[in-house]
């Protein structure tokens, strides 16, 4: 994506039956952007967690 360009979804994760039940929180990293002629940083990496 490039410029003023929003987005949103949902990423399907598969686990065993039971393994949700034991999970606290879950840490979602979106990595750093960079200008592809520049090399310039635009966006910093980005950490959210999410806990349950």
Same mark, same amino acid.
């Not at 949103?8 to 994760?13: D, K, L, R, S």
């Not at 750093?32 to 966006?43: N, P």
């Given at each position: ?9 949902? !990423? #399907?994760?598969? %686990? =065993? $039956?039971?393994?949700? *039940?034991e999970i ?5 990293? !979106? #990595?750093?952007? %960079? =200008? $592809?002629?520049?090399? *310039?940083?635009?966006?910093e990496e ?7």
């Amino acid at each position: 994506m490039q410029g003023a360009v929003s987005s949103t979804g949902t !990423v #399907p994760y598969t %686990m =065993d $039956e039971r393994a949700g *039940e034991e999970i606290e929180w879950i840490d979602v990293i !979106v #990595p750093a952007i %960079m =200008d $592809e002629e520049t090399y *310039e940083v635009v966006s910093e990496e980005q950490k959210y967690r999410i806990e349950f």
